[in-house]
């Protein structure tokens, strides 16, 4: 059961240090990163979601979409804080993420779960795509 006092909201901005706070709840924030460019990481997404606890004033979520706006859509960087997970929160995020590219008429909808995360995905609606291999570029390394 979700909490009344929580609140998922797309913006075009938000404070960097909540959102680093999350990408380092993620394990996806390196120190070399700049801060500054989260502004345009954020204005940059198809759509930026942030999840508010009204109560305590406090960021415990994220999530966003890449999209070119027409044809299809990736969900990635979706983080709840620990101590709120397996509330319900992470899933409401990503249905209200979908709901937000099928109100753009996006129903080609995707993401890469991060290991041991798919049942949580599956439970939505996702399935594995049999036979395709996500595949990241490590030429220049």
């Not at 913006?11 to 680093?20: G, L, M, T």
């Not at 759509?47 to 508010?52: E, G, K, P, Q, T």
């Not at 709120?84 to 109100?103: A, E, S």
Request: glycine share 8%.
């Amino acid at each position: 059961m979700i909490d009344k006092n929580i609140e998922i909201k797309f913006v075009k901005n938000w404070s960097e240090d909540d959102i680093v706070k999350l990408y380092k709840a993620g394990g996806w924030w390196k120190e070399h990163y700049d801060k500054s460019a989260l502004k345009s990481l954020i204005q940059g997404s198809f759509a930026f979601a942030v999840v508010i606890d009204n109560k305590n004033n406090k960021t415990i979520g994220m999530g966003r979409i890449l999209s070119d706006g027409i044809s299809d859509a990736y969900i990635q960087d979706l983080i709840i804080l620990p101590e709120y997970r397996k509330k319900g929160i992470g899933k409401k995020l990503v249905k209200k993420l979908i709901g937000y590219c099928k109100l753009k008429k996006i129903y080609w909808i995707a993401l890469i779960a991060e290991p041991d995360q798919d049942t949580f995905y599956k439970n939505i609606g996702f399935k594995t795509m049999e036979k395709y291999v996500p595949m990241k570029y490590h030429g220049d390394e």
